[in-house]
């Protein structure tokens, strides 16, 4: 079946400006994961879905950072007024439902921002 | 909290010849361990994963890692190495209790012919 989809590829912005980064999970996947991974650094969790309970926000790195999930499925992360150290690609990914185990995560292709 | 630590910023390996990858965590308890690789400008694809059982465990592409709970390692192995193997690799760590993975710093890996 199809895998974790991500749009855009590359996303090229000014600083100050707002971005939108979108995941599209696996089908039947109810978690939902954003990593960001920057130049020289590993993976850094951002954010987690699970169906339809309070996201866990503990790894957004400050407020202008934000994400929705919306029907269970679609997930857009927002930057606002970007920053040169946003640059960064964005990564997504899905499991099946948490619960009292690891799920395995399956990765999409990320997102690499780019902030002018 | 877990953590994960790859020692090995970069290797250089001959087609055909074997390849070796240290990942080292730090958990209390059994941890859940992963291999990931990550190919340039793409996502990344997981190789193998090990929860519990048998410490030898087989992965995709002819990879294979040992869980070594004395030592605290999950190293991934290949006995002989193709070009297509040229990527970055990933360790990560999760916990039960814990649905946030903790990824190493990865290893890059260049393949000479």
């Known amino acids: 079946g199809a895998g974790v989809s991500q749009s855009p590829s590359n996303k090229v912005t000014e600083k100050g400006k707002d971005v939108e980064l979108r995941c599209d999970p696996i089908s039947g996947h109810t978690a939902l994961y954003w990593y960001r991974q920057s130049l020289g650094q590993g993976l850094e969790f951002l954010i987690y879905f699970q169906g339809n309970s309070a996201p866990d926000k503990s790894g957004l790195p400050s407020d202008r950072f934000s994400a929705e999930r919306t029907g269970g499925s679609v997930s857009t992360l927002t930057i606002q007024r970007t920053q040169q150290e946003d640059s960064a690609v964005y990564l997504c990914a899905s499991s099946l439902r948490q619960l009292g185990a690891l799920r395995t995560q399956y990765f999409g292709p990320g997102t690499r921002l780019t902030v002018l | 909290a877990q953590s994960v630590t790859q020692p090995d910023i970069h290797i250089t390996v001959s087609e055909g010849a074997s390849l070796e990858l240290r990942c080292n965590y730090s958990y209390g308890a059994t941890p859940y361990l992963f291999w990931y690789v990550q190919s340039p400008g793409q996502g990344l694809q997981l190789l193998l994963k090990?929860?519990?059982?048998?410490?030898l465990v087989q992965g995709i592409k002819g990879f294979e890692a040992e869980f070594k709970r004395s030592q605290s390692s999950f190293n991934l192995r290949k006995p002989s190495v193709h070009w297509s193997d040229a990527a970055e690799y990933f360790c990560a760590v999760g916990t039960p209790n814990d649905y946030k993975l903790s990824f190493g710093a990865g290893t890059t890996v260049t393949v000479r012919a």
């Open positions: 090990y929860f519990s059982g048998d410490t």
